[in-house]
């Protein structure tokens, strides 16, 4: 599996976002806020990783539905820590700054991941996808037989459900956004399953038409573009590009977690430096690049600690996957 590949699409997905959040909301003119309009898409890029990644590592480590409750641990384990000491670094900057502090019952709901599906705002707009994506452990954890069955038919027939519920519940729910999850779970059928090209191709199309109508145009194309890249871009070399690549995969998610607060206030901030002040483009280059170093501190100190923790968390036994 190109590991690589996925830790350098995770950076660039987590870069595409926090460029767009930097590039709109930072009073800047319409040509520099321009180069960040599609940077939300990075979204996009990050579910249909999930999709691949997560039923290879349980393949990995022979998932049955017994481990059901220990995966789901461990992916919490894993994510929820940093989430959490993202909330009450947000608090805390709300309380500096002056700004009002959402109510508990907002903060509460925040918590569990509830504030989609109870109609409240997230103080950190981002953290709308981890809710998706905690729904998406549940989803696999459940599904993870029939997804890796030797039945094609079945395979199939485990997703439709997704599909159709996107048509009649609202988007605070996974199966609008299942799409791109999809198109990972169908790529690690071709990749470890062995899925025949002729119906990868296929259902790969045929999912891409499904986020297209659902989703939209390019949602659909940046999923597809993300399917191909870890097809086809092979990231086996060691040079400069890849490891930087490949850092900033590893930072990937304590970037989009701290980048809505502290990115926009190291803009802030740069208004008052000397030169940068009066330069978007400085401004821009200052906020990125604090937003940067932010993410690698708060990766070593309070997101490698809940990967380790994680990782201590076993189910099932190593092997490699079944190949059928």
């Given at each position: 599996m190109p590991l690589k590949n996925i830790n350098i699409l995770r950076?660039?997905?987590?870069?595409?976002?926090?460029?767009?959040?930097?590039?709109?909301?930072?009073?800047?003119?319409?040509s520099v806020?321009?180069?960040?309009?599609?940077?939300y898409l990075g979204v996009e890029i990050f579910f249909v990783i999930s999709g691949y990644i997560?039923?290879?590592?349980?393949?990995?480590?022979?998932?049955r539905l017994a481990d059901y409750g220990r995966f789901n641990a461990k992916r919490l384990l894993r994510i929820y820590p940093p989430y959490v000491i993202t909330i009450i670094l947000g608090i805390a900057l709300m309380m500096v700054t002056k700004v009002p502090?959402?109510?508990?019952?907002?903060?509460?709901?925040?918590?569990?991941?509830?504030n989609s599906i109870l109609g409240y705002f997230?103080?950190?707009?981002?953290?709308?996808?981890?809710?998706?994506?905690?729904?998406?452990?549940?989803f696999i954890s459940l599904f993870y037989p029939l997804i890796t069955s030797r039945s094609n038919t079945v395979f199939v027939l485990s997703l439709l459900p997704m599909f159709?519920?996107?048509?009649?519940?609202?988007?605070?729910?996974?199966p609008n956004?299942?799409?791109?999850?999809?198109?990972?779970?169908?790529?690690?059928?071709?990749?470890?399953?062995?899925?025949q090209p002729a119906l990868f191709w296929s259902l790969t199309i045929a999912v891409a038409a499904f986020i297209m109508y659902v989703n939209g145009r390019y949602q659909s194309i940046t999923a597809l573009c993300?399917?191909?890249?870890?097809?086809?871009?092979?990231?086996?070399?060691?040079?400069?590009?890849?490891?930087?690549?490949?850092?900033?995969?590893?930072?990937?998610?304590?970037?989009?977690?701290?980048?809505?607060?502290?990115?926009?206030?190291?803009?802030?901030?740069?208004?008052?430096?000397?030169?940068?002040?009066?330069?978007?483009?400085?401004?821009?280059t200052f906020g990125l690049g604090m937003s940067l170093f932010l993410a690698w501190l708060f990766y070593t100190f309070i997101e490698k600690p809940s990967i380790n923790l994680s990782n201590k968390l076993k189910y099932g036994r190593k092997r490699s996957p079944v190949k059928t």
């Open positions: 950076g660039i997905a987590a870069l595409a976002v926090t460029w767009f959040h930097l590039t709109n909301n930072s009073s800047l003119g319409k806020a321009a180069t960040g309009q599609y940077g997560l039923p290879y590592s349980m393949a990995m480590r022979s998932y502090v959402p109510d508990s019952r907002i903060l509460l709901s925040e918590f569990a991941y509830l997230w103080t950190v707009p981002v953290f709308w996808t981890l809710a998706i994506e905690v729904q998406f452990y549940i159709a519920l996107a048509f009649v519940i609202p988007s605070s729910f996974l956004w299942f799409g791109m999850f999809a198109l990972g779970i169908v790529l690690f059928r071709k990749t470890e399953l062995k899925l993300t399917v191909l890249f870890i097809l086809f871009i092979p990231a086996e070399k060691n040079n400069r590009l890849t490891s930087a690549g490949v850092w900033l995969g590893s930072v990937s998610y304590s970037l989009y977690l701290i980048h809505w607060d502290w990115g926009r206030v190291m803009i802030a901030v740069s208004r008052h430096l000397p030169l940068a002040g009066n330069y978007e483009w400085l401004r821009l």
